[in-house]
């Protein structure tokens, strides 16, 4: 059965500092990953996927499928980055999350 | 974008009570639609999967008794929590995904939020 691991619930960084959210899975497939965001009051919202190879708002994520890690990073976060992060992994017909990440940016 | 609405938002009932909750794709269609449940401060669990014209299918634990899950159509999906007890208050999350294979990805609704007394 697919599982993603999501080791740290709080990530606490200074404003300008980089930050590197980790996921690990596991999956015997080929790995569909994304990470999804949920700022306060706010509903999830996808956030990057793999396939795309894309940045969104200075994030980028790589897929690593020799250490099965789908780390998140940016290298200055900013104060409007504190939210919750899931990693999710898509296996089929079904995505599995991630515990998530909870990000604070201090000024 | 993709936008998935539902309906209500928050909700408060005696338990005892059925409580339905809508999810809908509203500028796009869905065959698939998924139903979370998130406790406090927890990830999202999924509930089921609903497939257009076909029967949901539940999650090892989840009964499908209790959750009546309804997909008529290509943009509406209906979640019922029936005879609700406080045990059954959290948060429930709705997603739709646009299309199936790789590219599925699921964009979700604002959730509901269930209070049972």
């Known amino acids: 059965a697919q599982r993603v691991t999501q080791p740290e619930k709080l990530l606490s960084v200074f404003k300008g500092a980089p930050v590197e959210l980790k996921c690990n899975y596991s999956?015997?497939?080929?790995?569909?990953l994304f990470w999804y965001v949920q700022y306060s009051r706010q509903r999830l919202q996808l956030l990057l996927r793999?396939?795309s190879r894309e940045s969104i708002k200075g994030f980028t994520a790589d897929l690593n499928k020799g250490e099965t890690s789908f780390h998140l990073k940016k290298p200055f976060a900013q104060e409007e980055d504190s939210a919750m992060y899931y990693c999710?992994?898509?296996?089929?017909?079904?995505?599995?999350f991630g515990g998530g990440t909870r990000l604070m940016v201090k000024p | 974008g993709a936008v998935v609405s539902q309906h209500p938002s928050w909700v408060i009932c005696k338990s005892g009570t059925s409580v339905k909750i809508e999810c809908r794709s509203l500028?796009?269609?869905?065959?698939?639609m998924f139903w979370y449940r998130q406790f406090p401060k927890q990830s999202l669990m999924l509930m089921a999967t609903?497939?257009?014209?076909?029967?949901?299918?539940?999650e090892q634990g989840v009964e499908k008794d209790k959750f009546l899950i309804n997909h008529a159509s290509l943009t509406l999906s209906t979640l019922t929590v029936t005879s609700a007890h406080p045990e059954d208050s959290s948060f429930y999350i709705c997603?739709?995904?646009?299309?199936?294979?790789?590219?599925?990805?699921?964009?979700f609704g604002p959730g509901t939020r269930l209070l049972v007394l």
């Open positions: 997603s739709a995904r646009v299309s199936a294979g790789l590219s599925g990805t699921q964009y």
């Open positions: 999956y015997s497939g080929s790995p569909e």
């Open positions: 793999h396939i």
């Open positions: 999710a992994l898509n296996a089929g017909n079904m995505l599995t």
């Open positions: 500028d796009f269609q869905a065959t698939t």
């Open positions: 609903s497939n257009e014209g076909s029967k949901a299918t539940y």
